[in-house]
């Protein structure tokens, strides 16, 4: 490259001597009058390549990534301001440097790093190496580069001539359409080479980053749904599909709306909040019924989603600018109905223990079985009636409850109940004894208080999801409070005989008697038939 600096100086010396040496006739050169000359020169558009070299180095200093260029000698042409950021010299300082031995790289690295980044004129593609190269202040630092050969005949080539050619950033007398022989180049020979590095750290946490972002989109046991900011799925991992019951493409562009079929105004709600405040501090639950499950009672279709938002933002605007928000979550349905089960039980064995320490205060054992129903309601039932059994419930044996009259118009075997305690049909309150004898109650045959105390065991019944004058007509025929919608009844037995039957009544405004609600109402019921029976033995 020196021959041919030599040579390309030589001929515009001897073409300057020339011109000096010659008789001014009042031509040019070429053998034409001055005036049209400078007619011609000022019609003339202005050359593209003047701009190139500032629009090369406006180019290169907007990008993010550290960039040098070197020609084919190892002399620096460009050097952008990452660069300056991230070694500490200046462009003035780096341009036209030959090597990097002395400044930017310890004497004894130079010779291998140099030609590192020199071989990738002899290789194709993009090489990918790292090095250690020194900070102006001293301190070394590890990069990792990609570097690739610049070629004739294509336009980053042209861009680097020009920028080459340049006096404030090159060498004025080099001709890049030169070949070191003297001859011209050859299209598509390498006549420098440019180079992209960074701190191998940063790289290495985008790096990660992009890699943790792929493994979240495709293979994590969390959901994943990126919402753009139209509140619309822009993007769903597999495990968000199979929550949502569709498939990944299925669920993109498409209206939560046509996605769930209860919980879309949460979900709404909190993505609009993230996009206007800003992610989440802590997890949120978010109930959901997705569409198409199947699937006969509406609650056991219900979902529970844990899950954080996140709002996304645009790391290259100068203003951060929500592109939308990720929301990821995980289906803890099971984990919550376990978690919501336990918070109950504790509950409700809170409340017995309060109710046995109540009850052995009471000097009435009456009155301590009514305290046992009025902490026994809280959070439970509405309404709690106690109906005594004063006729046997076979025929032929002596009769199991309490004594009291029985009711001549009862058929027989058929137990008669008769009703000893009750909460106000009304509305809420304390259950209360209905006297020293009661009065009898006359259900009808296969009524569930009936069904208990001939099973000896519990019964539940209901009538939720039907018409509301069918559940008051319902009701109505059972003898129990207007609106009640489901019942409980458990039977009363203490010392090996059946005292009676308690029963729980729940309004439509509750969901119907599990079997967790059965096993408490039998515990319940084992403490209310021994105060019972005591209350027998006391006459």
Known sequence: MSATRRTNRDRRNASGEQAADAPDTGETAAGSPPAAADATAGDAPPPVRAAAPDLLAALLDGMDAALC????????????????????WTAAEAVGRRGLAGWAARAEDAADVEARLLGAM???????????????????????????????????AGAADSAAADP?????????????????????AAVGVY??????????????????????CEDAAW?????????????????????LRARRSGVLGRPFGELLEQGVEEVESALRHVLAQGSTAVPADVWVTVRGETGGDPAARRRCLRGAFVRLASPLAEHPVPLGVGWLFQDVTEAKLAEDAASVLRFRDHQLHRASR??????????????????ALAGFADHALVDLAAAPAEPGTAPPGPGGPHDPGSPPGRAQLTRAAATPAEGPGPCLPAGPHGFPVRYPAGHPALQAVERGGTVRAGCGGVDPEVAEGWSVARKWPPGTMHALCAVLRSRGRTLGVVTFLRGGGRRGFTRQDAAYAEDVAVRVAASLDLAELLG
């Open 195 to 216: 180079c992209a590095f960074s701190e191998v750290h940063a790289q290495l946490d985008l790096e990660r980053s992009i890699a943790f972002s792929e493994a979240l």
């Open 122 to 156: 002899d290789a194709p593609g993009r090489q990918v190496q790292e090095f250690a190269l020194l900070r102006k202040d001293g301190g070394r630092v590890l990069v990792r580069t990609q570097t690739s050969a610049v070629r004739t005949g294509s336009a980053t």
């Open 69 to 88: 260029a070197f020609d084919a000698d190892g002399v620096v042409t460009h050097w952008n301001r990452e660069a300056e950021q991230l070694l500490g």
């Open 168 to 188: 404030a950033t090159g060498d004025p007398d080099a001709d890049p359409d030169v070949d070191p022989d003297g001859g011209p180049a050859a299209a598509g």
């Open 223 to 243: 959901g994943v749904l990126l919402v753009d900011a139209d509140l619309r799925p822009a993007l769903a991992n597999g495990q968000a599909a199979r929550v």
């Open 358 to 375: 109540a009850a052995a205060e009471c000097e009435d054992p009456m009155e301590a079985a009514t305290v046992y129903l009025d902490f």
